[in-house]
């Protein structure tokens, strides 16, 4: 009898002490999300590389009681890289190492249309203000407009960490939806006669240009903005990895196994941030929704910016490389050049939209840094 | 967490695009600095900033070129192609005396359709 007893009482605490007697609805609804994402990233091939492990992530996060956060190990160190932001300037280390630089530094007027693609973001910040988020809260939703994951995890970290989940979902999500999202509004937007500008060769451009290009850039905008030295820093820093040609090892760590590991470690403790509290709230639809009207707005910006330079250029330069100024590296240069392929069979873009693409993710960073010197 | 400057939205916006806008500017202007201090850039493009008069060093060699080129071009073409050819050979920095030959190729419509269609294949 008394075995029995102790028997029973063992049980009763290992039930006690298991996650089954805390686990709540919210904890299964949010496993069914990660699923959900798993077969989006699996069968669907959503961002397969970034959601996979936030999927995973989400679903571990809701298991009851398994101290991720309170208890030194793993999880914690990881969600230590991830609150103190410095998981994204890696990531910005090995993007660096793996961006060319080359057709913006040949036709640096595309700038300008990595610049106005940004008003995705202010037009979804105004959006998400009206639906009554708080001005930080507001800025880290309209960041998924600029299409740069890292970016917005360490713009939605400093702002509104408990909204990192939602904002990092909408935005790899919408970022793989780039090819269905931007064409109908590239289309729009633009005649026929536009669609079929053909622009004229990128001039070649030295080693010198590709070398001094990420170490003035740095310091240039490291000293306007702060906040993003970071960011900006390490981008720049990949990219003299790169282009200098004495350092080829490092080049080769920054853009495969580091940028590979930091990938893991980033969105698996970003998919963590994800526990039923803080995400199954009527805000996460607001702000998918939001997303979604940056994503068009920021395509519309690009685009139609595109048109004003395609006329103030004597019809040189095609309104469709415009959409690529959302980052979405190297997506959104793709989608330019298949659009512009389908109206004018021959008519290569994809070298003239890598301009405005790769300005979108300086540009982004420039928004962020931005809004991190005026809202935080 | 420090006070925001302001929360009206449209202000934030209007700020906000325009330090993009003039951030980047910056950045594209810094890149034509360093396309101008380039001391590595070709040497052609070098002598065009520094005397811009693009028509009359282009001229120069298509006038001269048929004298050079007509000794290589084959009988029955006539000056005026040679001195197109010499032109387009001019814009790439090259002269006439590196050419050795001018003459058509035999023309064949299948050929030449068929490439066309390689080259417009999207």
Redesign the interface.
């Known amino acids: 009898m008394e075995l029995l007893n102790a028997f029973a009482v063992s049980l009763q605490s290992v039930w006690a002490d298991s996650g089954f007697s805390a686990f709540t609805m919210g904890n299964g609804i949010m496993i069914l999300v990660g699923l959900l994402l798993l077969y989006m990233a699996i069968v669907k091939e959503f961002e397969p590389l970034l959601l996979g492990p936030i999927a995973f992530g989400c679903v571990l996060a809701n298991f009851p009681r398994t101290g991720f956060f309170t208890e030194p190990g793993l999880m914690q160190a990881i969600h230590y890289g991830i609150a103190n932001e410095i998981f994204p300037p890696l990531i910005f280390l090995g993007i660096g190492a793996m961006t060319d630089f080359g057709p ?2 040949a036709r ?2 595309t ?2 249309l ?2 106005a693609a ?2 995705g ?3 979804a ?2 959006g998400a ?2 639906l009554g988020f708080n ?2 809260e ?2 880290a939703i309209g960041i998924i407009g600029g299409a740069d994951g890292p970016t917005a995890i360490y713009l939605s970290i400093q702002m509104a960490p408990h909204l990192l989940g939602a904002i990092a979902v909408a935005a790899y999500s919408y970022m793989s939806l780039v090819p269905l999202i931007q064409p109908p509004i590239m289309k729009l937007l633009t005649t026929q006669k536009e669609r079929e500008v053909a622009m004229e060769q990128l001039r ?1 451009v ?4 590709r070398v ?2 990420p170490i ?2 740095a310091i ?2 490291s000293l ?2 702060p906040p993003i030295a970071s960011l900006l820093g390490c981008l720049m820093l990949g990219n003299l990895f790169r282009e200098s040609g004495v350092m080829d090892r490092l080049s080769d760590t920054a853009q495969n196994s580091l940028c590979n590991i930091v990938t893991i470690f980033l969105a698996t403790g970003t998919g963590m941030t994800m526990n039923a509290d803080d995400f199954l709230v009527p805000q996460t639809l607001m702000i998918i929704g939001l997303g979604l009207v940056a994503f068009i707005a920021g395509t519309a910006g690009g685009v139609l910016f595109g048109k004003i330079m395609c006329r103030v250029s004597g019809w040189k330069i095609n309104p469709l490389i415009g959409s690529a100024g959302v980052s979405a590296v190297p997506m959104a240069a793709r989608v330019s050049q298949v659009v512009g ?2 109206a004018k ?2 008519n290569y873009l994809l070298m003239h939209a890598m301009g405005p693409n790769v ?1 979108g993710v ?2 982004t960073a ?2 962020a840094g ?2 991190l010197a ?3 | ?2 006070h ?4 009206n ?2 202000i ?2 209007l ?3 325009t ?3 003039l ?6 202007l ?3 600095l ?2 101008i201090i ?5 040497k052609q493009e070098k002598q065009e900033e520094a005397a811009p008069a693009p028509a009359e060093a282009a001229a120069a060699p298509v006038e001269s070129a048929p004298a050079a080129g007509t000794a290589a071009a084959e009988e029955g073409i006539s000056p005026e192609i040679v001195a197109v050819i010499a032109a387009a050979i001019a814009s790439y920095g090259y002269g006439m005396e590196q050419v050795r030959a001018i003459r058509p190729l035999p023309r064949d419509a299948w050929k030449n359709s068929g490439r066309a269609q390689m ?4």
């Open positions: 913006l530094l640096p007027v700038l300008l990595g610049a940004q008003i973001v202010f037009v910040l105004v203000m009206l001005v930080q507001a800025g070649p030295t080693k010198f240009e001094c290009f003035v850039a240039v905008i306007l903005l392929m389908k069979p021959g300005a300086i540009g420039v928004a931005t809004m005026m809202l935080k | 967490m420090s925001p400057v302001t929360t939205p449209l934030i916006m700020i906000n695009m330090v993009v806008f951030v980047l500017t910056v950045l594209g810094v890149i034509n360093i396309h380039d001391p590595t850039k070709p080259a417009n294949r999207g």
